[in-house]
């Protein structure tokens, strides 16, 4: 779980911004999106097959353009 702890001198513009980059990095509003609606088993599978193949098509294109 994320969170800051602040000291006297910190101001609470820096501890927003860290805790931010906290829970980005912790990957709590991914998280939350993706809990948000149930999806069906069968959908998670096309999903997922679909950005396999997004992403091997730009693999794709990268090793061709270079």
Partial sequence: MP????DDSDH??????RFKKQ???AGV?????KRQHYE???V??????????KRL????RKMNLL
């Fill in 3 to 6: 969170g800051v702890f602040l």
């Fill in 12 to 17: 609470f513009d820096v501890a927003l911004r």
């Fill in 23 to 25: 829970v980005e990095k």
């Fill in 29 to 33: 509003l991914s998280e939350l999106k």
């Fill in 40 to 42: 069906k088993p069968s």
């Fill in 44 to 53: 998670m599978r096309k999903k997922k097959k679909a950005a396999a193949r």
């Fill in 57 to 60: 098509l730009k693999k794709m």
